[in-house]
């Protein structure tokens, strides 16, 4: 079976742009997570679905980020505009059930780079 | 709210054991544990439920104090390829209404 998809691996781009960054979770799981890995903070959720629905986005850190999930095989996290700040290692995991006994599972990530 | 990890980084020779910690400053609910080798995604080892659970993986086994809120991640007999870094996360006492909070992570390199 297919893990978590994400795309692109890699992005680059000037400070200003937008930014999506996409994630195809595994069939019938019906959570979805997007974490940000930096050095200094680590691995921070940012947001988290399930069936669709954003249920904490608590971790997202101002409002140049957003995020949809418009079906249960597809979401999207949007930074607009970008700033070299932002430039982190994005990972999207998603899982059947809650988090009590049931496993992560992670893509592969976006390793983004605002210049 | 973020667990704390210790040790930060450890170094072993093949062969060796380490034990790495992480601790909360609220009553859990469930641990999970994850390894991340550099520039790959965090892979799932082992989830530990509220009770005192141990369990184990191969040479790699972990147990749950939920007195002290804390777990230990045991890795014996060390090999090459448990080089990596470690993550525990951590559920609060609220089963299913609270995400799980990564702590930063324990570096463990295994040399020859």
């Known amino acids: 079976d297919a893990g978590v998809i994400q795309s692109p691996r890699h992005e680059v781009t000037e400070m200003g742009q937008e930014v999506t960054l996409r994630c195809k979770p595994i069939s019938g799981h019906d959570y979805l997570f997007w974490y940000r890995q930096t050095m200094m903070r680590g691995l921070e959720l940012l947001i988290y679905?399930?069936?669709?629905?954003?249920?904490?986005d608590s971790g997202m850190p101002e409002d140049r980020f957003s995020a949809k999930m418009p079906n249960a095989s597809f979401s999207t996290l949007k930074i607009q505009p970008s700033e070299p700040r932002d430039s982190a290692v994005y990972f999207c995991a998603s899982s059947l059930g809650d988090n009590s006994n049931q496993p992560q599972h992670f893509g592969d990530g976006t390793r983004l780079s605002i210049l | 709210q973020q667990p704390v990890q210790s040790p930060q980084a450890v170094i072993l020779r093949e062969g060796e054991d380490a034990v790495i910690n992480c601790s909360s400053s609220k009553a859990l609910y469930s641990v999970h544990w994850y390894r991340q080798k550099h520039g790959e995604a965090p892979v799932f080892l082992m989830i530990?439920?509220?009770?005192?659970e141990q369990k184990g993986h191969d040479k790699i086994s972990a147990s749950f104090n939920e007195k002290k809120q804390q777990s230990s991640l045991y890795l014996t007999a060390s090999q090459l390829s448990y080089s990596g870094t470690y993550f525990c996360g951590t559920e609060i006492f609220e089963p299913g209404n609270t995400p799980l909070v990564f702590g930063k992570g324990t570096r463990l390199s295994v040399i020859a």
């Open positions: 679905f399930n069936n669709n629905v954003p249920i904490d």
């Open positions: 530990l439920l509220k009770g005192g």
